[in-house]
């Protein structure tokens, strides 16, 4: 069963920096797109960053300009560079991978901005 591993998560101050990456444990064929989503306390979850297979990005508004997603989907990695980070973009941040054979998650890195 593949396998969506997320690293990077943490603690920072608002104002600071950090870098998330995905992978997966295995080529998940016929991959489209691949981003990051997020889930506060007490919210549903919401999109922050996607890149198709063809580098098209795409961006929510609350974090243009400050994150920028990254990656290979050929090789089914992607990473999201979070600067000038506001305590309101603390949440758990999941990796996705879509394609035409299915849906895949992450288990989620927990980033919490906090002074």
């Known amino acids: 069963q593949v396998q969506l591993v997320e690293s990077g998560g943490g603690l920072v101050q608002p104002g600071g920096s950090l870098k998330l990456s995905c992978a997966a444990s295995?080529?998940?064929?016929?991959?489209?797109?691949m981003g990051w989503y997020r889930q506060a306390p007490g919210k549903q979850r919401e999109l922050v960053a996607t890149?198709?297979?063809?580098?098209?990005?795409n961006y929510a508004d609350s974090v243009k300009g400050r994150f920028t997603i990254s990656g290979d989907i050929a090789k089914n990695t992607v990473y999201l560079q979070m600067n000038s980070l506001k305590t309101e973009d603390t949440a758990i941040y999941y990796c996705?991978?879509?394609?035409?054979?299915?849906?895949?998650w992450g288990q989620g890195t927990q980033v919490t901005v906090s002074s």
């Open positions: 996705n991978c879509a394609s035409w054979g299915g849906n895949y």
């Open positions: 890149i198709a297979s063809g580098g098209r990005t």
């Open positions: 295995r080529n998940i064929v016929s991959t489209y797109a």
